[in-house]
């Protein structure tokens, strides 16, 4: 599926790089735009009718990521944050996912998997991702975000927002949860989380 992607950080070197990074990536097969003026976002998004929507945060604040959608009238736009600094990382709680600066290929593909693949209407949504699945089995083994990051070669900001579609997916909030969750599909063994119980 082709997914159309518009790119407003108001910097042509952020631009640049954000770019580079997505035509890198092999999973997803994106139309990719770039806004040079981030004044024009408005009517650009109602022209180019885009799928993601990635911004920095001086070009659309948190709080303005909801009032954005309604007056598109699009709440199945994605907004992506591209953060240069942990602050506007934690500060972007609004949007549907987050891009920092020092990530590389694997976090980008990993967090436009998470943020593409998920769609309201369609009845897949309850299916886990591979990487979701490897999230789960991470996590009933006992392992913080943290280090499920580190053994993924991912950030923590990716496994929290795996992390959170695994919940809402599953609608399952807790370790306990997906232990059960984990056994019952075969993801795991009584044996492999028998420590952890």
């Not at 518009?6 to 770039?34: C, K, P, S």
Request: proline letters at 4%.
């Amino acid at each position: 599926m082709r997914y159309s992607v518009l790119v407003a950080v108001g910097d042509a070197g952020r631009a640049h790089y954000i770019e580079h990074l997505l035509q890198r990536q092999t999973t997803f097969h994106l139309g990719l735009n770039m806004l040079a003026d981030p004044y024009t976002l408005l009517e650009s998004c109602k022209e180019v009718l885009p799928d993601l929507l990635i911004v920095s945060p001086d070009v659309v604040s948190d709080p303005m990521v909801p009032i954005l959608k309604e007056a598109l009238g699009n709440d199945e736009l994605r907004i992506v944050s591209y953060c240069t600094t942990l602050a506007e990382a934690e500060l972007s709680k609004n949007f549907d996912g987050k891009i920092l600066s020092t990530d590389g290929g694997n976090e980008v593909s990993n967090m436009l998997e998470s943020v593409l693949e998920v769609d309201g209407s369609n009845a897949e949504e309850m299916v886990l991702t591979p990487r979701e699945q490897e999230v789960v089995v991470a996590v009933v083994k006992g392992l913080t975000n943290k280090e499920i990051a580190e053994k993924f070669f991912l950030s923590t900001h990716t496994i929290i927002t795996h992390r959170r579609n695994i919940a809402r997916k599953l609608n399952i909030h807790s370790p306990s949860g997906l232990t059960i969750y984990a056994i019952m599909n075969k993801l795991v063994t009584l044996d492999d989380v028998k420590d952890h119980i």
